[in-house]
């Protein structure tokens, strides 16, 4: 085999395994580990009540604004996820106590092209929402 | 402002408390690296506790995909003139702070 041919061959079949196999494989067992940590063997429902704010581009990956605002009643905690992350938990609040209104905002470090989800726990179990984030500039690696 | 100082904004309208905070921290993820290619070691907010009158009403869980110097707004059902906010946080070197504010 020719030096260039090898090259190509073993460059190709590297970006192959990084794109389709290890890297992304991982962060989605990552995800897939992280909700079945959080919610058990329980059910999670896609519901309108759990509202996600997120921009459908992101001129600054860096800073990503997010907002989630839950209207299930009985909300006791939120959970912020993305998808295609070696950590998939972002951040979490606990609104059991009457006085905090089930809903909070931030901004987060995105990679290109990731889904955020907003697990939300309430008495009567687990409604989610997701969103599909396009980062369009800086942003964190993974 | 030094790494760790919390601002806390609040403003009262309709019966809630909008409550924005501000951490100046780094939230360093870990993954980074800086110039000469070594990485930079991971320091980020993991814990905030929200009080009202000295009462724990929320708790906060927080990882590195935060942004740096987390801006963080949640809402109060209620809340009276004078009535103290209060917001404690630690990192993951276990660094601690908090700040207080009064509503008016």
């Known amino acids: ?77 939120i959970v912020l996820l993305v998808h295609d992350h070696s950590r998939a938990k972002v951040a979490s609040l606990d609104t059991s106590n009457p006085m905090l209104a089930p809903r909070f905002s931030t901004h987060l470090q995105l990679i290109e092209a990731t889904t955020v989800t907003a697990l939300v726990q309430s008495k009567s179990g687990w409604f989610s929402q997701s969103a599909r984030v396009k980062t369009l500039g800086e942003s964190c690696e993974k | 402002m030094s790494v760790g100082s919390v601002s806390i904004r609040t403003r009262m309208a309709n019966g809630s408390t909008f409550v924005d905070l501000r951490v100046s921290h780094p939230m360093e993820s870990g993954q980074r690296k800086d110039k000469s290619g070594l990485v930079i070691p991971s320091w980020y907010l993991t814990n905030m506790d929200l009080y009202h009158n000295d009462k724990r009403i929320g708790a906060l869980e927080l990882g590195p995909l935060v942004s740096r110097n987390p801006a963080i707004s949640v809402v109060l059902n209620g809340g009276e003139v004078d009535d103290v906010i209060k917001v404690t946080w630690i990192d993951n070197r276990d660094k601690v702070g908090e700040k207080s504010a009064t509503l008016g």
């Open chain 1, 1 to 77: 085999m020719q030096r260039r041919d090898w090259i190509k061959k073993t460059s190709a079949s590297g970006i192959a395994a990084l794109t389709s196999g290890t890297v992304l494989g991982d962060a989605a067992s990552k995800y897939d580990q992280t909700v079945a940590d959080l919610v058990g063997g329980d059910k999670i429902t896609l519901d309108e009540r759990v509202e996600l704010l997120v921009p459908e581009d992101a001129a600054n990956g860096a800073v990503v604004p997010v907002g989630v605002f839950s209207s299930v009643p009985d909300t006791v905690k």
